[in-house]
């Protein structure tokens, strides 16, 4: 018995170890063009035809037991999670399992098929949203800029929308290669493990309109802090899926950091909000709910291009070397809320970013290399085997 449970845990390892040394032999190798800041006559703003609308309270990120409970979340039941949430007062409860879509509340309102992508050991992960099947494909062992895109690229296939998952978790995407990556439209910026504005503002300051998501990624509901400290803010006039998506999409969403020490029930609403984001003549102009302790006005590399102090609304002139203009409202001890960036563009048609395009001469020189390499490991290894053996039966006589 011993020696088959040997050989099959041996026959396992060997086959999955086949597979990922595949997955990185046959990755393409990219182009990635030099990175280009907004420009154009034009501005972008998410918030522009939200009249009508109301603000729907979101989390996308949070993990149930799965997978027999071999992975972290193993202690919330998808009932218990969607209680929980729904108390605080969240509208949308989307529950984020690794590498499975829950579908326990799919006939719920405010159900979005979504699941966490990734399983390598330097959390590269990507929540999906909109999802219609689970992605088996990774780099695990650690991904090149090549191999990051390359997943981006496949998970745009079967899913509305990707975001990059918790950027600055173990360096999953360094800022660095923020303003090279595309294929993907949601950047979690505010996360209950790391905060990544660095990595938001490369993006955007490279010309990529990587839109806010904000969820508190908690594996254990009862774990005191766990949850209820990031919000999702998505303008809609229904919870269905596909208006959910949609507005996540156009950027018509903001994320809010929860100061709060005391947590009431249906506390989300209560809230500072967002009331007002609009051009005025040649300025950009917010106004809240609250009156601020400051309003920041953010803008390429992530400069502070001004300050507002002790105000509900907030004005700044969006001048000619100004690329994008994104906004953070503190409200002492109550919340911080990130808007998503105003941006420049030209043209009719808003070319949202420069993608990364597959280097097919390079791709295919790689794989020839590897075939050829391959074939001569193997030659070799015969040849060494037959000496070997020739040695074995010398010494026996």
């Known amino acids: 018995m011993i020696k088959i449970l040997k050989f099959i845990f041996i026959a396992v390892l060997a086959s999955v170890s086949v597979v990922i040394v595949w997955f990185y032999l046959s990755c393409p190798v990219y182009h990635f063009s030099e990175p280009q800041p907004f420009k154009g006559d034009s501005l972008y703003n998410p918030y522009d035809n939200i009249e009508g609308a109301q603000w729907f309270a979101g989390n996308f990120q949070v993990q149930s037991k799965v997978w027999m409970g071999l992975t972290n979340g193993r202690k919330n039941m998808p009932e218990a999670i969607w209680k929980a949430y729904r108390k605080m007062g969240y509208d949308i409860i989307a529950i984020s399992d690794y590498q499975s879509i829950n579908r326990v509340f799919k006939d719920s309102v405010g159900y979005v098929p979504v699941y966490e992508h990734g399983y390598g050991i330097f959390k590269t992960h990507q929540v999906c949203l909109g999802s219609r099947r689970v992605l088996w494909r990774d780099y695990p062992l650690g991904a090149s800029l090549s191999q990051k895109q390359h997943i981006l690229d496949l998970l745009g296939k079967d899913n509305d929308l990707v975001a990059l998952a918790h950027p600055d978790l173990r360096n999953g995407y360094r800022v660095e290669e923020l303003k090279y990556l595309s294929g993907y439209h949601l950047m979690e910026v505010l996360n209950g493990a790391r905060i990544s504005l660095s990595h938001w503002d490369s993006a955007l300051s490279a010309g990529h309109p990587a839109f806010i998501l904000a969820d508190d990624d908690a594996h254990d509901i009862y774990k005191h802090g766990e949850t209820g400290n990031y919000v999702t803010m998505v303008a809609g006039r229904s919870l ?88 953070e409202a503190e409200f002492k001890d109550r919340a911080i809320l990130y808007i998503n960036p105003v941006f420049r563009y030209s043209g009719d048609v808003i070319n949202l970013s420069t993608r990364a395009e597959v280097n097919t001469a390079t791709t295919l020189w790689k794989r020839i290399l590897i075939f050829l390499g391959t074939g001569i490991s193997i030659f070799t290894f015969g040849i060494l085997k037959k000496k070997y053996k020739r040695h074995e039966a010398t010494q026996h006589t």
């Open 240 to 327: 269905s899926a596909q208006e959910i998506i949609n507005s996540l999409k156009r950027g018509s969403a903001y994320g809010v950091r929860v100061l709060l020490q005391k947590r009431e029930s249906d506390f989300i609403h209560k809230l500072p909000m967002l009331v007002f984001c609009a051009m005025h003549n040649d300025s950009l102009r917010v106004v809240f709910s609250d009156t601020a302790l400051e309003i920041r006005f953010v803008g390429q590399k992530g400069r502070i291009l001004g300050i507002n102090r002790h105000s509900s609304s907030g004005i700044m002139p969006f001048r000619d070397e100004d690329t994008y203009i994104r906004v």
